[in-house]
C-alpha cells in the first residue's frame, strides 16, 4: 500500500496482507424516534476501508513517524489502483501496530475519504459471479409524479378542494391538488390560511386515497371497489405492491402481461422487459380492495444470498418494569429487519458499492430471496461491508425497514362547537342524559324524571337489605374471633407442660452424662463449664475444665480442653488412656536425652584421639612440645573424665530422687482423687435424691394442674360453641331469613318494575323513530361469614324492543341461565344451545342438533321454522355424522404453471411439464433476459490510453467532464429466436407463436488513462437482450397439456469472455 501527498510525495506503507474492507461513512440524516418515525435528509457519504499491512519488523518505527506526519494532511490512499474504492483521497482515521516475532510486524489501518455526493454511471449489469444469477437485489423506485401518472380509476375527491375565501371550523377537513394531502383545520374560524404551508392552523392527516399508494409510507393505503386500475409513464425493469388486499394483481406493458394471484406480503414482478415506459396495473376482487405501497423502477443486483440470512423485527413499543415487578405496556409500531451476506464478483467490487452509495437515503425495495416475505423489506440499509477477495468478494449487508405509519386521528370537537344546523331537530342541551328536559313524557303515563326515581328508589332498598347482611356477616366475623383466641389460649397450655417434660428429660440425660463412664458410676468434678448442649445422642460442652476422676482402676488424669464431644459408643476412658500415655512418655524422653548424652561423651573421646593423631602426624618437628602438650591433655581429660562421671552419678541420684518425690505426688494425687471421688459420690446421690423428690412433686402437681385446666377449658369451649351455634342459628335464621324475604321482594317488585319499565322506554323510542338507549342495573347480596353472592347484568335496548347487548354473571363466575337473546336479525338460544341468523329471506342456524330428525350442526337455507329445516329445502348443510351438502356455485382460484432455466448455454428450454385444466382461459407468457458484462483494464501509457480510445470509439462514447470519464452505446448484432410450442391431449408437440425479438443494447462506460500521471483507466462493456410474449389457448376443454419455450441464440458475445447472465421462463394462468 501506498500514500501519494499532494506535493507527489509517495510513500510506501507495506504489503496488503490479508483481504481489505471497504464501506462507507453516511452524512446522511436519518433519524427514527421511540413511535418508529423515520426523518430522512439525504446528505454526502465518503468511502472507508481498512486494511492490514506487513511491515519489515526494522521498520516499524519508521512507519510510525510516517502516519504520525500524516495525520492532518489529506493524500491519496492506494490500496489497489483497480478499485476506486480502494483507491481515493482522504485521511487516516486510525491505526494500531503489532509489533510480532521477527521478521514481521504488522499494522492495521483505517482511512475514510472526502466527502462526496457523485452519482457514478451503473450499466446495469449482473455483480454475481460467473455463471450465476443474482438474489439478493434492490427495486430502486421511481419518483412518482403528476406527469408520471398517465391514468387511475380512483379520483380524487375525497374532500373539497382549499379555498382562501371559505372560513373553515374546527376539525373540518380539506384537500389540496397541488400536494394530494388531506388537511384539518385546527383551529375555528380558518380563512385565508394555506394548509400546506407553516401556519399551525392545519393538520396534515395523510395522502388522498389516489396517491395513498405513491406516498412512499407503510400504513396507507388506496382503496376502491371491485378493482383499481392505474398506468404510469415510468422506465421500469421491476413493479413491487405492498399490503395489498385483493383477489389478483395483474401487471401489462408492451411484450408483457401476467397476473397473479394476491397474497399476505410483498407481491413482486421482476421480469419486465428492458425499455419498458409504460406500465398499467390493475388489483381486482371482490367488494373493496386497497393497496398499500405500489413502487416500480430499477431493479439492482447486488449478488448471490449466502446461506442463512437472519431476519427479525425492531419493536418500538414500550416495556418497561419498575423496581416493584409492576409491568407498563405501550403497543407502539414495528419494523421489520434483515441481515444478509452475498457473493459478488470482485472486478464489481465498485460497481457494488457505488449502487448501495446511491440509495443510501433512499427507501427501496430490499429482496434477500425472491418469495420470502420476511426477507423483503422496504425500507434503508443501516450499513454495508465489502471484503475484498481474489476473484469473489462477499458483501455483509444490514437493513431496516419502515415502520407502520400510525393513522392521525381526527380532532375532537367540543360539545359547544357542534353547530345546531337543523331547527327542525335541534341538538340536545348541555349535559343532556336521556332527553332534554326531564318532564319529557316517556311512555303514556311517566316521565323521564319518573323512570329515574323509581330506578333510584328500587337500588336504595336493595342497599339497605346488604347493609343488614353486612350487619350480621360481622357479628359472625367477631364470635369467630373470640372462638379463635380460645384455642390459641389451650395451645399455649398444652406446649407449656410438652416444654417441661422435655427440660426433665434433658436434665436428666446430663446428670448421667456426668456421673456413668459406659454404663458405670463414677465420680467426676467439673470446675468450669462455660455452654453444653445436648442434641439427640451427641453431647458437647464447650470451655470445659475437667480436674479429675475415678473410676474402678484408679487412673487419674488432669483434663483441659476447650470443646468435648462425647457420644455414648465413646467415654472417658480413652482420655485416661492418653493421658497415662503422656506421662509414660516422660521416661522415654528421659532415657533418650542419656543415651543422646553418652553417645556425645563417646564422640567427643573419638573426636579428641583423631586430634591427637593429626598433631603427631602435622607436628614431628616439635614432638617435645607436642608430647607435653598430649601430657597436658591427658590430665585435662582424665579431670574431665572424673568430672564427668561425678556429674552423671549426681545426675543419677538427682533423677531418682525427683522420680521418688513424683511418685509420692502421685501417690498423694491418688489419694486426694479418692477422697473426692467419695465426697462427689456422696453429693450426688443427695443431688440425685433431692432432685428426684422435687421433680417428682412438682411436675406431677403441675401435671395435675394442667390436665385439671384443660379439662375445664375442653368444657368451657364446648359450652361456648354450643351457645354460639345456638346464637348463630338464631340470628341467622332471624336476620338472613328477613333479608332474604326482604330482598326476593325486591327482586320480584324489581322484575316487574323493570318488566314496564322496559315496556315504557320500548314505546318512548318508537315514539321518537329510534334511537338506542342503554339500562343497566346492578344487584348483589352477600351471605353467611364464608362467601359472597352477586349478579350483575347489563342491557342496552334499541328501538322496537330488540337487545343488542347483553351481559350476564352468575354468582361464581360463571354465565346465568337465561332462555333466548333476541338481537338485531339475530337469535341466541341458550338453553338448546343455538346460534340462529335470520334477515327474514333467509337464515343461518348453527346448533347441537336441530331440524328434521334433529340431525344438523350447520345449516343455511329459507327463513323457516328450526324445527322444519331438512336436507331438501337446504342450501348449505353438515350433520352431527359428517354428511355435507354444498348447493350453490363454487369458483376456485386461479392455477398457475411454470418453469424457468438460468443456463447460459446459447440453446435453452423452459418447460411447465404436463399439467390439468379445467377448461378454462389459459394465458402463457415467455420471456427471456440476457446480459453480458466485461471489464477491461488499461495501463496508464500512451498505448493503454489509444487502446482505450479504440474501444469507445466502436460505441459512438462521448465524455460530459472533459475527457475523464466516456460512456456510450451500440445495437448488438445477432438473429435469437424464442419458440412456445404445446403438447395437448397426447397429440404431438407443435409450435403455436414466436415472441418477436428487437436487437440488443451494447453499452461501455469506464476512465481513461491519463498517461502524464501513469494512472490506468478502464471500460465495462455490457450487452442486454429481452422479450416477452403472451399467448392464449384457444382450446379452453377439460384435457391434460405441457406448454415448452426454446430459446436459439445463436450468437456468443465477446468471443465467450466477461460474466453472462440469462434467464427462459414460462408461466400458466388457468382463470
Known sequence: MRVVTDAGVVIDLGTVETAPTIGIVDYSRRVTDDYGVTTVVERGFARRMSVRLAVPFDDVDELQRRLTDLRATPAKWIADDQFAALSFRGFYKEFEIDHAVPPLSYCTLTVEGLAATEQLVDGGTDPAPIGQASTLQLIQPAAITDVTIAASTIAETDRAEWSAGVSYALGAQVIKAATHRIYESAVAANTGDDPAAASGKWIDIGPTNRWAMFD???????????????????????????????????????????????????????????????????IAGAGTVSVGTLLLGRLVALGITEASPTSGITDYSRKEVDDFGEVTIVERASAKRMTAKALIRTDALDLVANRLAAVRARPSLWIGQAGIDSLTIYGFFKDFSIEAGEGVSKLSLSIEGFSTAAKVEPLGVDWQNVKDTNPAKPKPADGATNSADPASPLGPDDTVADVLEFLAEARRNATEGLEQIAATKKELDAARLDLDRALAQARQTVQAAFSGQLLEQRRKARVDFLTHLDGVRVGVVVQQETEQRIEGELATATTFALLGAKNSTGTAFILDSSTVLVTPELSLSEKFETIEAQFEGVNGDAEAAITRLDKAIANEKEARVEAIEGIETTYDGLLAHTNATIRDLDIAVSDGDRALAESIEDLGTKFEGDLADATADITDVKKAVSDETEARATAIRDLSTDFTTAIGDKVGAAVTTLEEAISDETEARAKAITDLGADFTDALGDTVGAAVTDF?????????????????????????????????????????????????????????GVWSGITVTAADGSQGAISDITMSAMTINVSTAKLIFNNGSVMKVLGTGFGVGNEFIDWFGPSMPIALCSRANGKVWQTVSGDA???????????????????????????????????????????????????????????????????????????????????????????????????????????????AISPGAGTVYGERPIPAGQEGGYLVFSATWSTSLTYTD????????????TLARGFTTGNGTGSVSQRVTIITTEE
Do not use: C, H
Not at 745 to 756: L, M, N, P, S, W
Not at 952 to 970: C, L
Not at 982 to 992: F, K, P, S, T
Open 744 to 800: 326476593k321482594e325486591a327482586i320480584a317488585d324489581e322484575t316487574e318494575a323493570r318488566g314496564v319499565q322496559y315496556g315504557l322506554v320500548t314505546a318512548r323510542l318508537d315514539k321518537v323513530g329510534g334511537g338506542t338507549a342503554s339500562v343497566e342495573q346492578l344487584f348483589s347480596a352477600q351471605a353467611d361469614a364464608l362467601g359472597n353472592l352477586s349478579a350483575r347484568a347489563s342491557l342496552a335496548v334499541t328501538a322496537g
Open 885 to 995: 351438502y354444498f348447493g350453490g356455485a363454487l369458483s376456485a382460484g386461479t392455477l398457475t404453471n411454470g418453469g424457468q432455466s438460468s443456463s447460459v448455454a446459447p440453446d435453452v428450454i423452459a418447460d411447465t411439464g404436463g399439467f390439468g385444466s379445467d377448461g378454462g382461459k389459459i394465458t402463457v407468457v415467455i420471456s427471456w433476459a440476457y446480459v453480458w458484462e466485461w471489464r477491461v483494464n488499461y495501463g496508464g501509457s500512451t498505448a493503454g490510453a489509444q487502446q482505450f480510445d479504440n474501444a469507445v470509439a466502436a460505441y459512438g462514447a462521448t465524455s460530459s467532464d472533459g475527457g475523464y470519464t466516456w460512456s456510450g452505446t451500440r445495437v448488438e448484432t445477432g438473429s435469437p429466436t424464442l419458440t412456445l410450442a404445446r403438447e395437448i391431449g397426447g397429440a404431438a408437440r407443435i409450435d403455436v407463436a414466436m415472441a
Open 216 to 282: 412512499q409510507a407503510l400504513g396507507t393505503t388506496s382503496s376502491a371497489a371491485d378493482s383499481i386500475t392505474v398506468t404510469l409513464n415510468a422506465a421500469a425493469r421491476a413493479i413491487a405492491l405492498l399490503d395489498v388486499v385483493a383477489a389478483t394483481v395483474r401487471v401489462r406493458a408492451t411484450g408483457y402481461d401476467r397476473t397473479i394471484a394476491a397474497s399476505a406480503g410483498t407481491i413482486t414482478f421482476l421480469d419486465l422487459p428492458a425499455g419498458t415506459n409504460q406500465v398499467t396495473v390493475t
Open 1034 to 1045: 384457444p382450446d379452453r376443454i377439460v384435457a391434460d397439456r405441457r406448454f415448452i419455450a
